[in-house]
């Protein structure tokens, strides 16, 4: 897949123009710049306002053309009127790309001014993003140019959203529930650089593990390109969607929203499945799966065992396990035997591998050190229930240290683990999700994660024997 470089400025400018940097605190142009330096952005910041000497510590500039230096990106906070201007001054400097933050677009009818606007970056070669949209965000270059929150965590899921103030929510959500971020870009009304582009990018970004998108509806007659492009980047990495607007006024809402078509849900799901993209219904599953994508290891293969110490949440995983197809591993004698001695006389080395509620930290260990060891077994289900005898935090900080001796090894296989208690097993959640282990408070979630792994594998497989 050719590398689109024209995307580089928009990742890893190295100046930055801020056209409508605004002097008063609370304005959009005045959080944005705000956000920039905060996070510690390390390329050239320009201010660009023509009643102001100074902003936030800067020297402001009246126009871009002013600045003594190359500007790579220019984020327009100006209002619709003023942005063709602004625009035409920035392909003078010779602006690589356009943050367009302004609303007031093709999203209200406004579809001459989008018009104008592009080809006036297309007189100057110039690249936009937007209009109508937060930002964008590249963790690795120290950039966090939104006016969404600040403290974004780094690491490799990248988030594409066509919705701007869901999009926010969820930056602020990903902080909340310590999911660590590549990319977050704002896509609005796409009149330039759309969602395809930015995957494409994202697919050879080495600080990108798996793509999530939230997404409303694609260009009319861009349905066709979209699967064949994204199929070129479900072969590299995992892409996972959510698509909104999939009932009669959900559409109608997302129509008005980014001027965006829903069109027929069976086409778009006919489209996912054709291009590799893994769906989600609800945003708690895309983050929940792309947890797993970011830390393990792409399934080997179908084999799975489920290890618990409650006989419920295993019966529970069992039944979830067969709805998201996941099977199930008949262990051999040998293996049942080896499972055996890991647990007391009445657990059971069927899979589940019950450990039963006596088991503590050692039981836990040995029946997962047998399954990392077992060639046997792909994929790991690892459940937990909140016993009197052993405190989950023990427990993780076991899991934790014993994975770290098998990651990146021969043995080396997809684990995921489901958490059910209170408070305490909150915080043995986050310690394993803070050490690479995916882990969720029900076992149902950590089966739908490894079942999604699974389904991409098998993907995987498929375009391979086609080749
Ligand atoms: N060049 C540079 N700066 C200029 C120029 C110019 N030619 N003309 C004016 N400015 C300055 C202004 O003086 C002002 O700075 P000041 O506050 O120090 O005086 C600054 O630019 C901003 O101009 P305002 O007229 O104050 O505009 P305001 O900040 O009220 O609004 C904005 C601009 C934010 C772009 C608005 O038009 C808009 O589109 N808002 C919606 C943005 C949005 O929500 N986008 C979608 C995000 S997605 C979501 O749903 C969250």
Redesign the pocket.
């Known amino acids: 897949m050719a590398i689109d470089n024209s995307l580089k400025p928009l990742f890893e400018p190295r100046s930055i123009a801020i056209?409508?940097?605004?002097?008063?605190p609370g304005?959009?142009?005045?959080t944005i710049m705000k956000n920039i330096i905060e996070y510690g952005y390390k390329g050239k910041i320009y201010p660009?306002?023509?009643?102001?000497d100074e902003?936030l510590g800067y020297k402001a500039y009246?126009?871009?053309v002013e600045v003594p230096d190359e500007i790579d990106m220019a984020i327009?906070?100006?209002?619709?009127q003023?942005v063709p201007?602004?625009a035409e001054?920035c392909g003078k400097k010779g602006v690589k790309v356009l943050v367009v933050?302004?609303?007031?677009f093709s999203e209200v009818g406004n579809v001459e001014a989008e018009r104008k606007l592009v080809e006036i970056a297309r007189r100057y070669g110039m690249r936009i993003l937007?209009?109508?949209?937060?930002?964008i965000a590249y963790t690795p270059a120290k950039l966090n140019a939104t006016?969404?929150p600040k403290d974004v965590l780094e690491g490799p899921i990248a988030f594409i959203t066509q919705?701007?103030?869901?999009?926010?929510a969820l930056m602020g959500w990903t902080i909340m529930e310590e999911i660590g971020i590549s990319a977050l870009v704002?896509m609005?009304n796409m009149a330039d650089i759309d969602v395809i582009d930015v995957s494409k990018y994202l697919a050879n970004d080495p600080n990108t593990k798996v793509i999530t998108i939230y997404l409303e509806g694609l260009k009319p007659g861009t349905g066709r390109k979209f699967i064949e492009e994204m199929k070129k980047v479900t072969v590299k990495k995992p892409v996972i969607v959510i698509k909104a607007g999939r009932s009669k006024r959900g559409a109608a809402a997302a129509a008005s929203h980014t001027g965006s078509l829903a069109g027929s849900d069976n086409l778009y799901q006919a489209a996912f499945k054709q291009a590799g993209i893994i769906r989600a219904y609800t945003t708690e599953e895309m983050f929940d799966w792309a947890r797993a994508f970011a830390s393990q290891p792409i399934p080997r293969g179908e084999e799975t065992i489920i290890i618990t110490n409650g006989g419920g949440v295993g019966v529970l995983a069992t039944d979830a396990a067969e709805e998201h197809n996941v099977k199930l591993l008949d262990p051999s004698p040998e293996l049942k035997e080896k499972f055996k001695k890991t647990m007391p006389w009445f657990g059971s080395a069927k899979n589940p591998i019950d450990l039963t509620g006596q088991a503590v930290v050692e039981n836990y260990v040995e029946a997962l050190r047998t399954a990392f060891e077992s060639d046997e077994i792909h994929n790991i289900i690892l459940l937990y229930c909140r016993t009197a005898i052993l405190d989950p935090r023990d427990l993780a900080n076991a899991i934790v240290k014993l994975y770290g001796e098998y990651k990146g090894t021969a043995h080396s296989k997809p684990l995921v683990a489901g958490f059910v208690g209170g408070e305490d097993v909150r915080e043995a959640i986050r310690l394993l999700n803070k050490n690479g282990i995916p882990a969720y408070p029900s076992a149902e979630r950590a089966v739908a994660s490894i079942a999604k792994m699974i389904w991409y594998m098998r993907y995987l497989n498929k375009i391979k024997s086609r080749k």
Not at 101 to 104: A, E, F, L, M
Not at 130 to 135: A, H, S, Y
């Open positions: 056209i409508g940097a605004s002097r008063s304005k959009i142009g005045h660009i306002n023509p009643k102001a902003i009246k126009s871009v327009i906070v100006v209002p619709e003023v201007k602004v001054e933050i302004t609303s007031g937007g209009p109508n949209i937060f930002g006016f969404g919705s701007g103030a869901l999009g926010i704002s609005g």
